[in-house]
């Protein structure tokens, strides 16, 4: 079975802070997405990236592919209190491996 | 333009009754998914189709599970009979894979569903 494990499961900052969520597998992926989902809400597509190495930036959020595929990360600068939401990243393998998400709590 | 739509966006029913869940994919789009999202396993592949033929229905938790898409625009999830274990969040999402597009899904709202 193709797993996407994501750490931390849990994240409670304080606004401005910084912090990064990983995305790891065994399995290498064609390409690879990160959604962002608000309570009531589904998921929404932040991000595709496709490279190996490949860092791509949105506002303050940037994405980073691992150079064989298998990972990403997303770092988040002084973090705001829009960002709290649960981050899923999901693997493309012809069908989408989906992670468990990261729920995010920036505090004010 | 509009998004997915999905229908009811809450339901409540007691074990035992039938439920219908729809779906209205964003138009243009050729592959509809339907996900099962809770707390302990995530979000869960049910059912995929590619231009209205179901190509993948593995996630499907058992017979009394059931998916249609009479055509490009409207599909529906079944549940006959319900049981207390399948409430969730039920989300139907769409993408189009054509011209090497890289399989990103547009979600819809989602249907709370709590079986009594």
């Known amino acids: 079975t193709q797993l996407l494990e994501q750490s931390p499961q849990f994240l409670s900052i304080q606004e401005g802070e910084n912090l990064t969520v990983y995305c790891n597998s065994s399995s290498v992926f064609s390409s690879l997405q990160w959604y962002r989902q608000e309570p009531g809400e589904g998921p929404v597509l932040l991000v595709t990236?496709?490279?190996g190495g490949e860092v791509k930036k949105l506002k303050r959020l940037t994405f980073q592919f691992g150079d064989a595929r298998k990972d990403s990360s997303l770092h988040i600068t002084a973090a705001q209190t829009g960002d709290t939401g649960l981050y899923l990243c999901?693997?493309?393998?012809?069908?989408?491996?989906w992670g468990l998400g990261t729920s995010l709590a920036v505090n004010p | 333009d509009a998004g997915v739509i999905q229908s009811p966006r809450h339901e409540v029913t007691e074990m035992g009754q039938e439920v219908t869940l729809r779906c209205k994919p964003i138009s243009g789009h050729n592959s509809l998914f339907w996900y099962r999202q809770t707390m302990m396993r995530g979000l869960e592949l049910l059912i995929y189709f590619n231009n209205n033929v179901p190509i993948d229905d593995s996630g499907m938790p058992e017979d009394r599970f059931s998916a249609k898409m009479p055509n490009a625009s409207f599909s529906t999830l079944k549940i006959q009979p319900s049981e207390p274990r399948d409430s969730a969040v039920y989300f139907c999402a769409s993408s189009d894979n054509r011209r090497g597009r890289y399989n990103e899904q547009f979600f819809g709202p989602g249907t709370r569903l709590t079986v009594l």
């Open positions: 999901a693997g493309d393998t012809r069908k989408l491996i």
């Open positions: 990236v496709v490279t």
